[in-house]
């Protein structure tokens, strides 16, 4: 069975630092794509970043960055210079390509301390 | 629309009562998804559209769920006699087809009492 484990349920990080929040994933398939989904209290889910397993480079988009590890099944965001409007939980999603379910970890909460 | 619009934002039923839900993609997006946030957990597949193919039901948790989407569009999703555990926050996504990311609506936080 295909999963998503986030084993961090909660972290906070001072702003302006940096914080790491660890993904790893279950799968025997060789072609996929990573998410990372942000929801704040207003419960909206936002698309923080994306991968696609065939790409060895990592994505960035702005401050969020991600070490994806394929041969060790790991896909950790990283948020550089921590905002307050980080404060959300996180999750870490997957999905086979040529498929359209997406298998989400059960999120981790971050706090971002002024 | 510009976004995915859910509606009503929060539902309080009493337990037995059929809900409805509805979901409003983003036009010109031909998936719709629906998942299910239950409290600690984290989403739970229920059910895909995609254009006019038969839509995959596999996540549908029991025969008192179901879903239709009209004229490829709007979205509703039925929970008849509705049950305690039945509470959640029910997400709805669309998306183009391939794998760029979902566009999630604002969901509907449902309470059963």
């Known amino acids: 069975a295909q999963t998503v484990t986030q084993s961090q349920p909660e972290m906070s990080v001072q702003e302006a630092e940096t914080v790491t929040l660890s993904c790893t994933y279950d799968?025997?398939?060789?072609?996929?794509?990573l998410f990372w989904y942000k929801q704040p209290p207003s419960r909206q889910m936002i698309l923080v970043i994306r991968?696609?397993?065939?790409?060895?480079q990592n994505a960035t988009e702005n401050r969020f960055s991600v070490n994806f590890q394929k041969a060790a099944k790991s896909f950790s965001l990283k948020i550089s210079d921590s905002q307050l409007g980080d404060t959300a939980m996180y999750f870490c999603?997957?999905?086979?390509?040529?498929?359209?379910?997406?298998?989400f970890g059960t999120g981790t909460r971050l706090k971002v301390l002024a | 629309g510009a976004g995915v619009s859910q509606s009503p934002s929060n539902k309080v039923t009493e337990k037995g009562k059929d809900v409805e839900l509805r979901c409003d993609p983003i036009?010109?997006?031909?998936?719709l998804y629906w998942y299910r946030q239950s409290l600690g957990q984290g989403l739970e597949f229920l059910i895909y559209?995609?254009?006019?193919?038969?839509?995959?039901k596999s996540g549908l948790p029991s025969d008192r769920f179901s879903a239709e989407r009209t004229g490829g569009s709007v979205s509703t999703l039925t929970i008849q006699r509705t049950q305690q555990e039945d509470s959640a926050v029910y997400l709805c996504?669309?998306?183009?087809?391939?794998?760029?990311?979902?566009?999630f609506g604002s969901g509907t936080r449902l309470t059963v009492v």
């Open positions: 991968q696609e397993a065939y790409k060895q």
């Open positions: 559209f995609q254009g006019n193919s038969a839509p995959d």
């Open positions: 999603a997957f999905t086979p390509a040529g498929t359209y379910k997406y298998i």
């Open positions: 996504a669309s998306s183009l087809i391939g794998a760029g990311g979902y566009t």
């Open positions: 036009s010109g997006h031909t998936a």
């Open positions: 799968t025997s398939e060789n072609n996929y794509y």
